[in-house]
């Protein structure tokens, strides 16, 4: 596959992401709707639960806004063909932190019911922050090392 096909595929997919995120979080809270997809899917594992889940997916669609909102953010750099700034430095540092608290509202939600895949989405959601953390560091060193290179020239 060719890089700009790559590329474009990447922009619209984080976009399509985003834009359909936003609208899921703010639709969430419409009174029945919940109650009619839990319906419609035959799960009724959470009735009775149904202000504690609006709450927590409330939550946790507003933090999955934020990350791919840096995604975002720092995808336009790549189209600028300028990644290594401070900028980006900021926006993983972010989205390392919205990856704990997605995990620790896992956690919390584990609490109402317990089952397999939140325990493996916390998983996830603790390494993917220890990931973005590790890697502002070294964008952050890389940026360094940029501006350095930048001042010798």
């Known amino acids: 596959m060719k890089k700009e ?82 900028d980006n430095v900021v926006s993983l540092q972010r989205m390392g932190t919205y990856s704990f608290m997605i995990a620790a509202i896992g956690v919390v939600r584990t609490v109402l019911y317990m089952t397999i895949a939140m325990l493996v989405l916390v998983l996830v959601f603790v390494i993917a922050g220890l990931f973005s953390k590790v890697l502002a560091f070294v964008f952050d060193r890389a940026v360094e090392y940029k501006l350095e290179n930048d001042l010798t020239i």
Do not use: Q
């Open 5 to 86: 096909t790559v590329i474009s595929l990447t922009k619209y997919l984080l976009d399509f992401m985003y834009f359909l995120g936003i609208a899921v979080t703010v639709l969430l809270p419409v009174p029945g709707l919940l109650e009619k997809v839990m319906d419609f899917l035959d799960f009724h594992d959470f009735e009775g639960r149904y202000t504690e889940l609006i709450v927590i997916y409330f939550v946790l669609g507003i933090l999955a806004v934020l990350i791919l909102g840096e995604l975002r953010k720092m995808f336009r750099t790549v189209l600028r063909d300028d990644c290594f700034v401070k």
